[in-house]
């Protein structure tokens, strides 16, 4: 069974500091790695997509990939509250047919 | 525009009915997908289809039927076998790849009354 963690939290970050979310994955064949941001009622929209070991900036987000470490990370600079929603780590693998392997979401809430 | 537009927003069921869910895209994708969401939770896949006239289950098929006539439209109905029904579902779309992503439909919020 091929599967992707991610903490439920909550995670609470004040206004202007570091969020940091964490995912693991367990299949080492997986080739691409993406974070989706929904927000309460709302479908998810995705946010950043990793391919490759290293890191990946685009504005005030960040994602990391470690493939020997199977884990992949989501850092979001100078938090905004417009920033509390859950994040979902989604792997999509070699062996997985196409699918997209989702975790069950961290739920990020900044505070003002 | 290009995108997954999914049908009705909010949908009521009275018990023992089927009721069907509408997911059309024009971004020429193959791949469809049908996700079960609960509150606080994660999505849970209910059946894909990866070309016209066929489909697949998913982790949680059971209480649901899908089909595949056109490359545009994955409809999916959901049955009175499904017992528990008060979801939210949600309806992507990809290509063909293992490094592409899926594009999601705005969602219909199902409620048994």
């Known amino acids: 069974q091929k599967e992707v963690e991610q903490n439920s939290g909550p995670l609470s970050v004040p206004e202007g500091a570091i969020a940091s979310l964490n995912c693991t994955y367990s299949d080492r064949g997986s080739q691409s790695f993406f974070w989706y941001r929904q927000y309460s009622g709302k479908s998810p929209e995705l946010i950043m997509s990793?391919?490759s070991n290293g890191d990946k900036e685009d504005g005030r987000f960040t994602a990391q990939l470690n493939k020997a470490s199977q884990y992949v990370s989501l850092l979001i600079r100078d938090s905004q509250p417009s920033d509390s929603a859950t994040y979902l780590c989604?792997?999509?693998?070699?062996?997985?047919?196409?699918?997209?392997?989702w975790g069950a979401g961290t739920k990020l809430i900044i505070k003002p | 525009d290009g995108g997954i537009t999914q049908s009705p927003k909010y949908l009521f069921r009275k018990e023992g009915q089927n009721v069907t869910l509408s997911c059309e895209q024009n971004?020429?994708?193959?791949?469809m997908y049908w996700y079960r969401q609960d509150p606080g939770q994660g999505l849970r896949l209910i059946y894909y289809?990866?070309?016209?006239?066929?489909?697949q289950k998913g982790d949680i098929a059971e209480g649901y039927s899908v089909s595949r006539e056109k490359k545009e439209s994955f409809p999916l109905t959901v049955t009175s076998a499904q017992k528990n029904p008060t979801a939210f579902y949600l309806c992507?779309?990809?290509?063909?790849?293992?490094?592409?992503?899926?594009?999601f439909g705005q969602g219909t919020r199902l409620t048994v009354v």
């Open positions: 989604a792997v999509n693998g070699r062996d997985s047919n196409y699918q997209l392997i």
């Open positions: 992507a779309s990809s290509i063909l790849s293992a490094n592409t992503e899926a594009f």
């Open positions: 971004l020429n994708h193959d791949a």
């Open positions: 289809s990866q070309i016209v006239n066929d489909f």
């Open positions: 990793i391919y």
